[in-house]
């Protein structure tokens, strides 16, 4: 009895031991990003071997410097900061990394990086307020040559308790390099919603964020090297890739949410919109079919006057009808985004074929920053 209790101590401690040397070192705590009450900013990256580190903020007009104390530590004090969420990350000896001290993360393709949140007084509009709340899920659909597509479906607060009650759909597509998490962890259109929902200035609705790049989800799913984005959007292969993922929302997109959910299902009750390449993916859809959607928002883009009159002549032809069915036609732009002047062609294109369209240009460049000012003003107009 007394050799088996030996030999249960033994084993503890060997275990104990091989605990504690299988652990990697810790440094110390780094606390970072760290928003102080003045709005201010400091960020924090922990690294005794590096011998430059910068940080590159979207708030920031180039990358700033950084100072190491004694423990390696690296940091910089920035700001004030305007309230709002930023895309930043770190530089060290030239390479790009994500905030290790973060777990906010901005969901892309390319590059990788972390989340700062600087709050407002009084809250922002897609800020957590103490109002009901709706549900976010992930969700997977058969798609195109047999691989399984993803989807984040947002369903406002009191979705799951009566199944009698059908909403409508919008479907919300991010932008180049963005992933169908994008509109969630970004845009907060979730927290949007559950805002405009309690002050009763929208329709409740079900939103539908589908990942826009097929391409790329072909070649993770069936092997094969991601292919590089188009750099013309509307030369053969960017219109075969619009082309290729309007037909995965029209055939298997569009079947799934309406077989798993309880919806309206129709084209009045059906919406579609974008930012960027999500854009454009929304205008071709929408205009390739416009007995499916009767509500279109155009976040950040636009399509030339030459792809209009060579693929959308039908919009265009017969003024009367493309405006009696078109609840509502939106397309807005910042006057400092790199799309400005193509945008405002597309508008002044649509003015000349005297096709009916809500227009907004405001402050700012090619941000989620306004993509959320966006949703504030856009789905207020949904389903009314």
Known sequence: MKNRILLFFLIGLMINYCNVFAQPPRGPLV???QVNLDKTVTFRYQSLLAKD??????????PLSMTKDAQGIW???????????????????????MDPANVAFFPNERFKASLVEILNTPPSIYAIKDVPHGTVSYDYYPSISGTAGSLVVYTP????????VKYPVYYLISGTTDTEETFFKVGKVNFIMDNLIAEGKVKPMIIVMPYGNIAARLTEQLGGQKPADPIVRDDADGVKRAKDFENDLIK?????????????????SRAIGGFSRGGGQTLRTAFNNMNTFAWVCSYSSYLSPAEMDKSFGHITSNAPNTNKQLKLLWTSVGNEDFLYKGAVEFMDYLSAKNINYKKYINDGGHTWMNVKKYLNETLPLLFK
């Open 31 to 33: 606390v970072s990003p």
């Open 53 to 62: 580190v910068k940080l590159n903020a979207q708030f920031e007009k180039s």
């Open 75 to 97: 940091s910089v004090t920035v700001g004030p900061v305007n309230p709002d969420i930023y895309p930043y990350s770190f530089q060290v000896d030239g390479v790009t990394v």
């Open 157 to 164: 607060p009191g979705y799951a308790k009566n199944y009698k």
């Open 252 to 268: 298997n997109i569009l079947p799934y949410i309406e077989h798993n959910y309880h919806i309206e299902n129709n084209r009045e």
